[in-house]
């Protein structure tokens, strides 16, 4: 889907919406017959699904997105992880990786403070 098209689809959906919250909501005059029954307008199944809406247009746009990401020739290359040990720069190959993992604390046995099992 080109860019073109998708903001047209976009724009099609915004002009859709009914944004009375703004006009006779909370935001507007709050002249709303049915403002007194939901006190709000985010308690209300007009403003529900709008926002259902709204986030169906995201999500189509994310679609088309990501549609164009997959169809994006892939690099010929190796993929490295690259890192430093001292003076020495060193290289793994990412498909030898299995799992990245946050760094944790070491931790201790009961009674036993040597420095060989640390």
């Not at 703004?22 to 308690?43: M, Q």
């Not at 169906?56 to 290359?77: C, I, N």
Request: proline share 4%; net charge neutral.
């Amino acid at each position: 889907m080109s860019g073109q098209a998708e903001l047209g689809v976009m724009a099609a959906t915004v002009e859709a919406i009914d944004d009375c919250w703004n006009r006779i909501g909370v935001h507007g005059d709050k002249s709303c017959p049915l403002l007194a029954e939901h006190i709000h307008c985010r308690n209300c199944q007009v403003y529900a699904a709008a926002a259902t809406r709204l986030l169906d247009r995201y999500a189509l746009a994310q679609d088309a997105h990501a549609q164009m990401h997959v169809q994006a020739p892939v690099s010929v290359g190796r993929s490295l992880l690259l890192f430093r040990l001292g003076e020495e720069w060193l290289a793994l190959a990412t498909r030898c990786l299995v799992e990245v993992a946050p760094l944790q604390p070491v931790h201790s046995l009961p009674h036993q403070r040597s420095r060989v099992l640390q």
